[in-house]
């Protein structure tokens, strides 16, 4: 390691302790922490917007016969829209102004599902839509998928799975196999870029957090798993089996909300003028 170097990591580490700890808040501290930071030094946060971008642009052209577009379904994604910047507005997002937060409905109504790609582009599945039965569940499970990019997990797990060389390499326009791959793998929550059990976990906290600040109720999130739990597990889709188990995350979920002392009752408001049920009913 040069000198150089050496000095860049002893002025960078109080910073990024710093913002390691901006979350801490007591007995809550130990459910979710702040990931991604270091990762900065090999892959530019900047750069996720460019590779969420490109396979955002690979996952539209994989599914574009189910992908439902905005014009002729204006009421669909004003509901889901308001919702995010909703969401968007907590002061937690580290990246709410720089990535591109953009949303797309995949009607496929027998998948529960919903994921986002680095850089903020976020898919959301017609089968889980219907299966939630309020909008607080569904504000809960984007919450938690808005923070699988903010905190990088997206990227991360993409690094680990095909290094930082090729991630580069596709930002400058290369590796058009590995960037087909990524999108498949996105979309399907394939082995190869599900997340950890510490990413979800973190991410289930995150939720929590940002829903802390909207009308929602905080623990929205726990309620997709707490349905699947009512239902005895039959309807536990694929992309769940390497997570940790749902009655965990239900505990860990509800736990975070007591812990920060926020709301769980349900929201009574109507977004853009629609039910929940009334938004289920268009799909």
Same mark, same amino acid.
């Given at each position: ?12 580490? $109080? ?5 390691? !700890? ?7 501290? #130990? ?28 996952? =539209?052209?994989?599914?574009?016969? =189910?992908?439902? $577009? ?33 949303? /797309?409905?995949?009607?496929?109504? =027998? ?24 909008? #607080? ?37 290369? @590796? ?15 082995? /190869? ?5 510490? #990413?979800?976990? @973190? ?8 829903? =802390?600040? /909207?009308?929602?109720? !905080? ?17 536990? $889709? ?13 505990? #860990? ?24 049920? @009334? ?5």
């Amino acid at each position: 390691m040069t000198k150089k170097f050496s000095k860049l990591i002893l002025i960078l580490l $109080p910073l990024l302790m710093a913002v390691s !700890c901006k979350n801490d808040d007591g007995p809550c501290s #130990d459910l979710g922490k702040v990931g991604g930071l270091l990762s900065d030094l090999a892959f530019p946060v900047s750069n996720d917007v460019e590779l969420g971008a490109q396979v955002a642009g690979q996952v =539209d052209s994989i599914y574009a016969a =189910d992908i439902l $577009p905005q014009i002729g379904n204006e009421a669909a994604y004003a509901y889901l829209n308001s919702m995010v910047t909703d969401i968007l507005n907590s002061e937690d997002i580290l990246y709410r102004d720089m990535f591109a937060w953009d949303l /797309t409905i995949i009607d496929q109504p =027998d998948v529960l599902n919903a994921f986002a790609t680095p850089g903020g582009y976020i898919y959301v599945y017609t089968g889980l839509i219907k299966y939630l039965d309020n909008a #607080d569940d569904l504000a809960g499970v984007m919450g938690h998928e808005i923070a699988h990019a903010d905190r990088r997990h997206s990227v991360n797990q993409m690094k680990k799975a095909y290094g930082v060389q090729i991630l580069a390499s596709i930002v400058l326009g290369g @590796e058009a196999t590995a960037l087909k791959e990524m999108a498949v793998g996105l979309a399907a929550n394939a082995a /190869t870029l599900s997340f950890s059990r510490e #990413d979800e976990a @973190e991410a289930d906290a995150a939720s929590v957090e940002y829903l =802390d600040e /909207t009308s929602f109720a !905080c623990n929205g999130a726990a309620e997709f798993f707490r349905k699947l739990e009512a239902e005895g597990g039959s309807g536990v $889709p694929e992309f769940l089996s390497t997570h940790p188990d749902p009655a965990n995350r239900v505990e #860990d979920i509800d736990e975070r909300a007591v812990c920060r002392g926020c709301s769980t009752e349900n929201s009574t408001a109507k977004i853009n003028g629609m039910t929940y049920a @009334e938004f289920k009913a268009l799909f």
